[in-house]
């Protein structure tokens, strides 16, 4: 295995929705273990501390929880990447999926400045492809996917120079998916790999063809790995749950074939809500499978005493 440098980032953000405590994540990560499990695969890890929103201005919530603070972070998020990307592979320790607004427009900017594609790798739930005018929440943590491929009704955020096309996003695990979205990506070339598409054919065979078109173009391919892509008996800690979700085998079976494809350059693992946690147990699952996609083989899994 080709050791590299992880930078882990700290990103408590929580106004993606109304439902508070995904804040607490990044601190759940580091007492789970993350640095040293990915010390122990043989890493160097450098924690760079939590980050924090640029200067903004609350203003009272109309139809959207947030935006202002959301905007702020997607400012500071995508510096950090764009630097992260630059020094190491960038984890980001979230923190609700709002955090990938940031982090996939400083990818996309790292990947512009070499000359090379963004692949987006979306493990959840969710398609997250809403905008601010077609979310029926009002929560911003269900429009990334939407921004970053140049989705209208985004003025306010920072602009998105270069959308990224839908042949280059993978959403693998979908199982909740708003009506408007699902019109919307009727009409994409996104990869949508639903729970029913894994029952009949198996995880490993979308993911091995997604993860062939990055190689073929040269891509950088960015994850984020969203807690409720997992079953909710085996990671509670996440207030979107959604029965029926990925089983702990198939979790790890994509993460280990992300890593032998040698195609990861930045990971977000997001929507981690400690206080809804079991004695810490699903902060651990996702320690466990940043570990997997950065080089632990499944004979290698510690065994675990919840």
Not at 1 to 14: E, F, H, K, N, R
Not at 46 to 62: C, V, Y
Not at 145 to 166: C, E, H
Not at 255 to 272: A, Y
């Amino acid at each position: 295995m080709t050791s590299q440098t992880c930078i882990l980032y700290g990103a408590p953000v929580d106004c993606g929705k109304r439902r508070r405590g995904c804040l607490m994540g990044p601190d759940a990560y580091r007492t789970a273990g993350l640095r040293e499990a990915l010390e122990g695969l043989g890493h160097e890890v450098e924690d760079r501390g939590n980050l924090s929103p640029r200067a903004f201005t609350p203003r009272p919530d109309d139809r959207l929880h947030a935006p202002q603070e959301t905007i702020a972070w997607t400012q500071s998020l995508a510096d950090a990447a764009t630097t992260g990307l630059r020094d190491g592979l960038p984890v980001f320790m979230g923190g609700d999926h709002a955090l990938a607004l940031g982090t996939m427009l400083g990818a996309q900017r790292h990947a512009d400045a070499l000359g090379r594609p963004l692949f987006i790798l979306w493990l959840d739930a969710h398609s997250d492809f809403h905008t601010p005018a077609t979310t029926d929440s009002g929560n911003l943590h269900g429009t990334p996917l939407g921004y970053i491929t140049g989705r209208p009704d985004f003025d306010a955020f920072p602009p998105i120079t270069r959308p990224i096309p839908g042949e280059n996003i993978a959403i693998i695990g979908l199982r909740s998916v708003d009506d408007a979205e699902r019109a919307a990506l009727q009409s994409t070339g996104i990869q949508r790999v639903d729970m029913r598409d894994i029952d009949e054919t198996g995880i490993a065979k979308p993911l091995a063809g997604f993860l062939a078109r990055v190689a073929a173009a040269n891509g950088l391919l960015h994850v984020s790995l969203d807690v409720d892509f997992l079953d909710p008996s085996i990671a509670p800690a996440v207030g979107t749950t959604v029965p029926g979700g990925a089983t702990i085998r198939e979790g790890h079976l994509v993460m280990e074939m992300v890593h032998d494809s040698g195609l990861m350059t930045s990971l977000d693992l997001v929507e981690l809500n400690p206080f809804l946690d079991e004695r810490g147990r699903t902060a651990q699952v996702m320690v466990d499978l940043a570990a997997s996609a950065l080089g632990r083989r499944v004979f290698d899994r510690p065994t675990r005493a919840y």
